[in-house]
């Protein structure tokens, strides 16, 4: 039998905050409370920078372009949105553009990518690169303003997304950098009645990690490094699924019915390479994928825990 080390997974999973007496009292229940608790703090921007009904329309294309963090092969954001409209009765088609650079290359794509393939929205999601660049506010800005305004011309809807955090120190450099493109994303969609999906990422972490301090590895809504966790993707799922006008019911809904989904969330275990070689060797006896022997073992080991 194969010993997986879900250590890390089921850390994040049993963190949670429940709110008593507008102050945060810690305990250990699941993630899915989790998120219902930051729901009801103001984790969440909804006005003015939110449609107050549902503007997309069944049939309609999106696309997703952004850096490193919406490249295709990094992330599941952009395919949760899409399930989470499906639930509630909206069939969309996907472009997704992911791509690694500033926003000034974004710009330099925006007519082959995005404009090109004439979809009805895009969701843009940019500023980590932009910092390790350490490319200013009001080039970030004047970048952000030019991609928005070219792609209205081209009678495209727009959706911009914050710029998430480098890690989870919110202290950190390039954190900084990213937390004043936000500030002044911020106003400038107030000023121009942009739609921004808009969430308080640092408030989150904190949330979510008990009230402590957290730090670069912490893991709690994000890989470690610039990549968002599955916890981390759906936070800013649920930011874009409100700001597209979703009701409180209706975003319940789209969770639900991703929540046993297998291709929206790709968890990894710490395997010695003994362990692998055994793992290759039973999904080569079942003849079926590793990922898939492996998500079977997982789902065994958590529906003997306790549950919380």
């Keep these: 039998m194969l010993t997986i080390r879900l250590a890390l997974i089921f850390d994040s999973i049993l963190r949670t905050m429940l709110l ?18 930051l729901c009801l703090l103001d984790i969440f921007a909804v006005e003015p920078c939110s ?21 295709w092969d990094a992330t599941d954001y952009p395919q949760q949105v899409i399930r989470g409209l499906e639930a509630n009765g909206i069939h ?15 710009l330099g794509i925006l007519d082959e990518k995005v404009i090109a393939q004439k979809p009805d929205w895009m969701i843009l999601n940019c500023g980590i690169d ?36 480098v890690g ?5 450099h390039y954190n900084g950098i990213i937390a004043a493109y936000n500030t002044a994303l911020r106003q400038q969609a107030r000023e121009k009645k942009w739609l921004l999906a808009d969430f308080d990422m640092p408030a989150a972490l904190v949330a979510a990690g008990g009230g402590a301090k957290t730090h670069r590895s912490s893991g709690l809504l994000t890989n470690g ?34 929540l046993d989904r297998t291709d929206l969330c790709k968890a990894k275990a710490a395997l010695t390479v003994r362990q692998n070689e055994q ?3 039973l999904a080569a006896k079942e003849k079926r994928p590793a990922s898939e022997v492996l998500g079977e073992m997982v789902a065994k080991a958590l529906a003997a825990c306790p549950q919380q």
């Design 130 to 165: 932009d910092a390790w660049g350490n490319r200013t506010t009001d080039q970030y800005i004047k970048d952000i303003t030019r991609i928005v305004e070219k792609t209205e011309a081209a009678g495209i809807k727009v959706v911009l997304s914050i710029a998430t955090m």
């Design 279 to 281: 793992l290759a060797a």
């Design 51 to 71: 449609a107050q009904e549902i503007v997309i329309k069944n049939g309609q294309k999106i696309a997703v372009l952004g850096d490193l963090v919406t490249r």
């Design 92 to 106: 969309v088609g996907l472009i997704h553009v992911g791509c690694m650079g500033t926003t000034d290359k974004m």
């Design 225 to 258: 490094t610039v990549f968002l966790n599955p916890m981390g993707n759906e936070l800013l799922v649920l930011a874009i699924l409100r700001t597209l006008g979703l009701d409180t019911a209706q975003i319940q809904k789209a969770r639900d019915s991703w």
């Design 168 to 172: 989870e120190d919110p202290d950190s």
């Design 20 to 37: 008593h007496s507008s102050r945060l009292v810690i305990k250990p229940v699941g993630w899915t409370k989790v998120i219902a608790a």
